[in-house]
């Protein structure tokens, strides 16, 4: 869900519901006004529907992601970046991501010059200068869909045989050492299980708002 597609939708049903002037300026850049920002919070706190999770529905979201409400873990990481910038072909710049990625598993021996060379030569990180080096990085180091791929469950050590997806681009990285984290037992993490649960409901409350007004509002078709 785009953020400024999303903003847009609901600053218009929050004039449809007649909480918003139609005057106010629309989001620009993905920044409400201060009314629009309002507006919407009070939509959205009359609209949506968002279930408390009970304690059936949190052990089951723990025995399923326990590791994901862990601390501590750690991985020494470094990457070649091909950067999405504005204008580039992605088509193009994933074809030349693939093929570095399939270089360097293919290096064998030659693995640790190889990555610093094409870090230096291709990497659109300024850690290209030190062999595409991230040093040792926690998930909370890192962006959300990056830290997807590296932690959470994720046990390889080695350069990884997938391209990884972030919102700066494609990245080939290469896991150096891992560190396990320690997963709390349930009732210690319960408070986040169930924040985490809360969290999906909103956005899923969200999702089938944004669907009914699109189908019942001409101001959000």
Known sequence: MHTQDTLQRLHLA??????LDEAEPAP?????TEA?????ETLLERELQVPEPDEAACRRHYDANAARFGHGERAQLRHVLFAVTLG????ALRQRA?????????????TDARFAQAALELSNCPSGEQGGNLGWLAADDCAPEFAREIFFGHAEVG????????????????VLARE?????????????????????????ALQQYLRRTDSDSPLVQ
């Open 28 to 32: 620009a850049d993905g920044i409400p």
């Open 36 to 40: 629009t920002a309002q507006a919407i």
């Open 180 to 204: 396990p984290g320690v997963v709390p037992p349930f009732e210690a993490a319960h408070a986040a299980v169930a924040q985490s649960l809360r969290q999906q409901a909103w956005i899923t």
């Open 159 to 174: 350069v990884l045989p997938r391209l990884v997806h972030s919102r700066f681009g494609l990245h080939v990285v290469e």
């Open 88 to 91: 580039v072909d992605v088509s």
């Open 14 to 19: 929050a004039i449809h519901a007649g909480l």
């Open 98 to 110: 693939e093929a570095c990625l399939i270089d360097l598993r293919a290096a064998g021996a030659q």
